[in-house]
């Protein structure tokens, strides 16, 4: 059985440093036999939830009350997933609306629909500048935990420092936190799978 991962990566800006870390990331779980892809909400349009409840009357794994965005196919792909990462720039203290968007709507299909993403792995990272990555790993984390998969630590949290795109490259610590982050999901994924 191949295991297979996906990376969601709420920056607006294509080839930056959460991009960079997603993918760097997939290739580390790559070389532990799971199978990743990467996908990028930079360009894509993804609303808000508006509350409308239509996923808990339709209950067809679908979000009936907006379906003229980017959101299903990214939502399917979550669904298929067995690991699950996210990544998001840090926007004033927060991880960016795109994502949050995305997970909100997410989440509560996942919730009206059995928890579609229950005891799948994963985890958040976080990257900014100067401040703010931990409440937007906190912030992230809360989905994971809500939506009932399970996320394992690394070495340090999962957040890096850096401004210009490329930076991430030379925050050592944060790539070695990335690369035991990733290493742990593979090792959890093998173990749950042999189990
Ligand atoms: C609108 C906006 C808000 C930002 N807010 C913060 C912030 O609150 N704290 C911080 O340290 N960096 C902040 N930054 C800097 C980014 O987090 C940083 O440049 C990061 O590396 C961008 O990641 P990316 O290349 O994946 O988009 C902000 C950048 C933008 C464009």
Redesign the pocket.
């Known amino acids: 059985m191949t295991i297979t991962a996906l990376a969601i990566?709420g920056?607006?800006?294509e080839g930056?440093?959460?991009?960079i870390l997603l993918k760097r990331c997939l290739e580390r779980l790559a070389t532990l036999g799971v199978k990743g892809e990467f996908v990028s909400l930079a360009g894509k349009m993804i609303r808000g939830c508006t509350a409308c409840g239509a996923c808990l009357e339709s209950r067809d794994a679908t979000c009936p009350g907006i379906t003229d965005d980017d959101y299903q196919p990214v939502f399917e792909k979550m669904v298929k997933a067995d690991i699950i990462i996210v990544g998001s720039?840090?926007?004033?203290?927060s991880a960016t609306p795109e994502l949050m968007a995305l997970l909100d709507r997410a989440g509560y299909v996942s919730r009206a629909n059995g928890n579609l993403f229950s005891r799948k792995l994963g985890g958040p990272i976080a990257?900014?500048?100067?401040?703010?990555?931990n409440f937007t790993y906190a912030q992230l984390l809360m989905w994971y935990m809500i939506n009932d998969l399970i996320v394992p630590g690394s070495t340090y949290w999962n957040v890096a420092l850096?401004?210009?795109?490329g930076?991430?490259n030379e925050d050592k610590e944060a790539l070695e936190t990335i690369d035991r982050f990733a290493d742990n999901l593979g090792w959890l994924a093998a173990k749950l799978t042999h189990a």
């Open positions: 990566s920056s607006p800006r930056g440093n959460t991009d720039p840090v926007h004033f203290g990257v900014a500048r100067r401040a703010g990555h850096a401004r210009e795109a930076a991430v």
